[in-house]
Every structure is written in C-alpha cells, then in structure tokens.
T-cell receptor, first 113, second 113 residues
Framework: DTGVSQDPRHKITKRGQNVTFRCDPI?????LYWYRQTLGQGPEFLTY????????KSRLLSDRFSAERPKGSFSTLEIQRTEQGDSAMYLCASILLVNTEAFFGQGTRLTVV | DQQVKQNSPSLSVQEGRISILNCDYT??????FLWYKKYPAEGPTFLISISSIKDKNEDGRFTVFLNKSAKHLSLHIVPSQPGDSAVYFC????????????FGTGTRLTIIP
C-alpha cells in the first residue's frame, strides 16, 4: 500500500493523558498536512510541513498540541494533557506538487474519556 | 465564519437518477475547488477538482460546474449508484501559499435502490 498511512486508527485515553499519533505520507510527497474533523463538521486545518519545516499553525492548535516532521519523512502529532474537547478524527494528508489534490490517510479517531 | 457552505446536510436520490450536490463559497481568493467523498471511519477520498479558469470538468459519471460570479459550484453524479452513498465534502483553496483546504460541512448522499 503506497497511500498515506496513519497509526493508530483508534485511540481511547483518559482525560489528562498525553497521546501521540503518527502519519507516513506518500513517499515522494514533500508537503504534509494535519486536519481535525469533529462530528457534523468538515475537516479543519491544523498545521502543515514543507519537508521538515513547519510553516503554518492554525489558531485551533493550542500550546498543548505539537507536531514534528523529522527529516521530512513521517510526522507525529502529540496532544498533552488531553481534554474531552480533543475527541475528534485527526487526519493527515500529503501533496506532491502545488495545484494537485491532497491525499488523505484513514485518520486516527481519538476518544477522551 | 464558514467560508465554504454546503447548505443541504442530506440528500436522497433514486438509483439511476442524477444526484446534484451544491456548494457556495464567500472568499474571493479561492480559485481551486475539490470534491471529496468520505465513508464512515475512513479518510476523505479525492473525487474531482476544478480550477477557476474553467466552468466545467467531467470525469466519467462525475461533473463539477463552477459559477465564479455566483461563487457557487455543484457536483453532478449520473447515473447514481448505491456505492455512491457517502458524505461528500466540497473544499476550496487559494492559488498561492500553503494550499491548505477549507472544507464545507458535508452532504450525506443516500442512493435508494
């Protein structure tokens, strides 16, 4: 499978715990995006990387959230001190060139209890 | 503010008939538009796109129409098939910078056999 891969697919955690998600983009894609989708809404932009550089962060990304893309390959999204409002589907997408469509992974569904 | 709007949360269409999904946008800087299809517990799958220099793009059973003056686009599916039942998201982006997508809230399409 050469698509965008996300791990884990599902995560249930207790409030206050830290969680980390991983995204492996399509190998030749140099741009990687994180989005979040809550029930009844479309995906909302969180942050993106051009190779290893994080170029933009949404206001949705509070200081409890941190994302990395070491060596411009896979990316991780960490949420510290999770809150119930963090429960959502976290989606990763990658793009090869400008003006082409973004390819999405299957997402990580986070449930904070 | 919702810059991309899909005002119909749901739509039911008889198998074999035409499905028409609508999308409106407010940001005049958007000039590239995409439709994604999403099944439950999966990431969005790219369907079709259109640049603002065109008013129509066709791919098999799927056609997207763009009316720039009205800031409106629509997705036509004909003939509709049971496998088309899914949530459809309209997305838009400006033709500069980060290519991040702004999504609508989605329309759930149900094809009735």
């Amino acid at each position: 499978d050469t698509g965008v891969s996300q791990d884990p697919r599902h995560k249930i955690t207790k409030r206050g715990q830290n969680v980390t998600f991983r995204c492996d983009p399509i190998s030749e894609h140099n741009r990687l995006y994180w989005y979040r989708q809550t029930l009844g809404q479309g995906p909302e932009f969180l942050t993106y990387f051009q190779n290893e550089a994080q170029l933009e962060k949404s206001r949705l990304l509070s200081d409890r959230f941190s994302a990395e893309r070491p060596k411009g390959s896979f990316s991780t999204l960490e949420i510290q001190r999770t809150e119930q409002g963090d429960s959502a589907m976290y989606l990763c997408a990658s793009i090869l060139l400008v003006n082409t469509e973004a390819f999405f992974g299957q997402g990580t569904r986070l449930t904070v209890v | 503010d919702q810059q991309v709007k899909q005002n119909s949360p749901s739509l039911s269409v008889q198998e074999g008939r035409i499905s028409i999904l609508n999308c409106d946008y407010t940001n005049s800087m958007f000039d590239y538009f995409l439709w994604y299809k999403k099944y439950p517990a999966e990431g969005p799958t790219f369907l079709i796109s259109i640049s603002s220099i065109k008013d129509k793009n066709e791919d098999g059973r799927f056609t997207v129409f763009l009316n720039k003056s009205a800031k409106h686009l629509s997705l036509h599916i004909v003939p509709s098939q049971p496998g088309d039942s899914a949530v459809y998201f309209c997305a838009a982006r400006p033709n500069f910078g980060n290519e991040k997508l702004t999504f609508g809230t989605g329309t759930r399409l149900t094809i009735i056999p």
